[in-house]
């Protein structure tokens, strides 16, 4: 989940908190789940230069062509499901996903090689309808921080499946300990991602980049965004969210209805 977060943009840095699965319901997606919709003017925030930032490494090469996998039990789940399976975890190759929502279609390429672990969890949930008429309870539009988050079926930004998991590329790419792994990246337009309250706990939600930006990779990617899910994600963006910031639930309120 993007909860609890925070988009610091100050002496030419960005550090970004994108919190997720925990049992923690404080902080901004409650807050945010409970705001009125209303349609607020600011001034528009200036361009950030992200050229002062880096790439995503590159994609390890699978070491094998399965892996296993270790989902530990965590906060209850929001939602029943059967967790996912531990062993010949396929680890090369992608999946074809389409999600269809309330705002328009957005198709998926999910990829094992980059994070098998959270690719398997994805379509474990998405089999057993747990992203099924779920809210996309979080948009953000700041410079450096255009995203929009989905995959907590109670809509609060703070609940997940009812376990928990390592994170996978790009955080296993860097060596341990190594202070790299900390520093903002890039994270492209186009781009799927897990959400996180920290490290290892991923859960179920994701969120979807719609436009560049500047994350340190602690963040599982596990895929990419079809044109014409950007071109939804776009018209999403473009209505707005409904508190001053640029960080709350989308005026385009959007519902995941199936995920296939």
């Given at each position: 989940?993007?909860?609890?977060?925070?988009?610091?943009?100050?002496?030419?840095?960005?550090?970004?908190?994108?919190?997720?699965?925990?049992?923690?319901?404080?902080?901004?997606?409650?807050?945010?789940?409970?705001?009125?919709?209303?349609?607020?003017?600011?001034?528009?925030?200036?361009?950030?230069?992200?050229?002062?930032?880096?790439?995503?490494?590159?994609?390890?090469?699978?070491?094998?062509?399965?892996?296993?996998?270790?989902?530990?039990?965590?906060?209850?789940?929001?939602?029943?499901?059967?967790?996912?399976?531990?062993?010949?975890?396929?680890?090369?190759?992608?999946?074809?996903?389409?999600?269809?929502?309330?705002?328009?279609?957005?198709?998926?390429?999910?990829?094992?090689?980059?994070?098998?672990?959270?690719?398997?969890?994805?379509?474990?949930?998405?089999?057993?309808?747990?992203?099924?008429?779920?809210?996309?309870?979080?948009?953000?539009?700041?410079?450096?921080?255009?995203?929009?988050?989905?995959?907590?079926?109670?809509?609060?930004?703070?609940?997940?499946?009812?376990?928990?998991?390592?994170?996978?590329?790009?955080?296993?790419a860097y060596p341990a300990d190594d202070?790299?792994?900390?520093?903002?990246?890039?994270?492209?337009?186009?781009?799927?991602?897990?959400?996180?309250?920290?490290?290892?706990?991923?859960?179920?939600?994701?969120?979807?980049?719609?436009?560049?930006?500047?994350?340190?990779?602690?963040?599982?990617?596990?895929?990419?965004?079809?044109?014409?899910?950007?071109?939804?994600?776009?018209?999403?963006?473009?209505?707005?969210?409904?508190?001053?910031?640029?960080?709350?639930?989308?005026?385009?309120?959007?519902?995941?209805?199936?995920?296939?």
């Open positions: 989940m993007i909860t609890r977060s925070a988009l610091f943009v100050a002496a030419g840095a960005v550090a970004v908190l994108v919190a997720g699965c925990s049992s923690d319901t404080s902080g901004t997606a409650t807050a945010l789940a409970s705001t009125p919709k209303t349609t607020t003017s600011a001034a528009p925030e200036p361009e950030l230069d992200l050229s002062q930032f880096g790439a995503l490494p590159a994609v390890p090469a699978p070491e094998a062509p399965t892996a296993s996998c270790v989902y530990p039990a965590a906060t209850p789940a929001v939602r029943d499901n059967n967790p996912p399976p531990t062993s010949d975890v396929a680890a090369q190759g992608t999946v074809e996903v389409s999600m269809t929502t309330s705002q328009g279609p957005i198709g998926l390429t999910l990829d094992r090689s980059e994070a098998p672990c959270t690719v398997n969890s994805f379509t474990n949930l998405a089999a057993q309808g747990y992203f099924d008429d779920t809210p996309c309870h979080r948009l953000t539009t700041s410079p450096g921080l255009e995203v929009l988050q989905c995959g907590d079926p109670s809509g609060k930004g703070s609940r997940g499946p009812g376990y928990e998991y390592p994170n996978e590329y790009p955080t296993t202070p790299a792994s900390s520093t903002p990246v890039v994270y492209p337009r186009g781009t799927l991602a897990m959400a996180n309250a920290g490290p290892d706990t991923n859960g179920s939600q994701f969120f979807l980049v719609y436009e560049d930006s500047v994350l340190p990779p602690q963040y599982t990617v596990f895929g990419t965004i079809s044109a014409e899910g950007l071109a939804t994600l776009d018209e999403v963006a473009a209505a707005g969210v409904a508190t001053p910031g640029g960080d709350g639930a989308p005026n385009a309120a959007v519902t995941i209805q199936t995920v296939t």
